[in-house]
């Protein structure tokens, strides 16, 4: 699909305001019942043919129609298992055994409300939650918290890029300082001149590495007894390093770059479709919303299943077998094979090869839209480098720095222990300031939470908080 072109779009300050546009669902004239009067009993040959025909082409039509309401929640569910995640993941497995696979099961719905809440306040507002949250909140409240992303998300990029160079290096000898280059700048390369549509149809095509982490599991020989165990019978973290390996679970799964990103695409979603002024993006349907809500789900559906099976294949196979201290998901992969075989590498590999080229545009993208919404810049993947430089610019460094990290001698795993405390301290706080959105009628209208949202909204906020004050005791104690 091209984009035919449209009028440029002016920046946020300069775009115009207006009431919510009014939208009307409309049904499918494809899905409607070719046969209007008489029953099926009553048809003739002729009507039974007809309709035989219209329900062959229903079922391919139906389908489309599902694959084309997958794209920015499934898209985000899948870079949040990124390297970073699965590294962690991993030394879940390996250290505890199947321990947390409960995690999973608690962090999903937590997840997938707040996920929720991001992509309403886009398609209802019209703008990212930067912007949103400095057109109804202090500024002081907004920088600090655009600072402290920045410095995660770089740490992130960083340790993620090390990661596929690291994983391309378990499949052919290449050095991984080699690699690293051209990595960062293939990938600066996609977000600077792809189109939008472009970089979407990539991002879902890569979802599909994540597939990998999945089948890896069925070639593992897992104890099903304790699987089911630690799935449904929750156990507390005992000691310091567990109380550590649990936040960095959930810190790792509910990372503030997901709820920018989440935002910011839905954002994109509606310039593709002609809207580009805030004024024309005001307002959503119910279908909109439902449909978003699906995707929604499905993505962060997908994120935890994939983070269940890396935990359950380390613990049935390098904690089975006493190897508990894997530090990466590369190293992960090298313990894996003499235990499952060079196929179970390989599939290892591929993941994060795939989960890591789809997670850096994601964290330099969702910085990229924080940063421009916050001061008011231009900004969007359809743009054109002359016409968003701010944009486009912070993409480019934040790349860039995260490579020279790797270069300067930071260690990648100190670089996500840098991550993931900032992203402790931020977490709490933009939590609850989205939540807090979610439930302002001035800017969701009819959309606003209903209760099982806010249930599981205040819970991801409470879990959080909890995380973050346990980390910094630990640290003391």
Known sequence: MTISQRPPTLPDDE????????????????????????????????????????????????????????????ITGASDDDPSGVGTYSTAGAATGYRYLWTAIITYPLQAAIQGMCARIGQVSGKGLAATIKQHYPKGVLYPIVILLIAANTFNVGADLAAIAAGINLLVPIPIL???????????LL????????????????????????????????????????????????????????????????????FFWQAGQEIEEQKAEGKTTVAERQGASRTEVANRKLDVNLGMLASNLVMYFIILTTAATLH??????????????????????SFGKVLFAVGI??????????????????????????????????????????????????????????????????SAVINGVTSPPLLLLIVMLANRRSVMGKFTNRPWSNIFGWAAVVLMSIATVAYFVTLFI
């Open 15 to 74: 775009e115009k305001h207006g009431d919510d546009s009014a939208h009307h669902d409309e049904r499918d004239p494809a899905l409607e019942p070719s046969i209007t009067e008489g029953s099926l009993d009553d048809s003739t040959p002729e009507q039974d043919h007809r309709l035989g025909d219209r329900r062959k082409g229903e079922q391919p039509k139906s389908i489309k129609k599902f694959l084309n309401v997958l794209g920015p929640g499934l």
């Open 178 to 188: 080699v690699l690293i280059p051209p990595i960062a700048v293939g990938l600066v």
């Open 191 to 258: 977000q600077v001149f792809a189109k939008y549509q472009m970089i979407n149809r990539i991002f879902k095509w890569l979802c599909l590495a994540l597939l990998a982490y999945i089948a890896t599991a069925f070639v593992s020989h897992a104890n099903l007894v304790d699987v089911a165990k630690g799935t449904f019978i929750p156990k507390l973290p005992r000691t310091k390093d567990d109380i550590n390996l649990m936040i960095a679970i959930l810190g790792t799964t509910i990372s503030p770059y997901l």
């Open 320 to 341: 089975a077998h006493g190897k508990t201290d894997v530090s990466s998901a590369a190293d992960a992969a090298s313990a894996l094979q003499p235990l499952v075989g």
């Open 353 to 418: 090869i795939g989960a890591g080229l789809l997670a850096i545009p994601v964290l330099t993208g969702s910085t990229g839209y924080t940063v421009s919404e916050a001061f008011g810049w231009r900004h969007g993947l359809d743009e054109k480098v002359t016409r968003a430089k701010g944009f486009y610019g912070i993409i480019i460094a934040s790349t860039l720095v995260g490579m020279l990290f790797n270069f300067f001698g930071l260690d990648p795993i100190k670089a996500l222990v840098y």
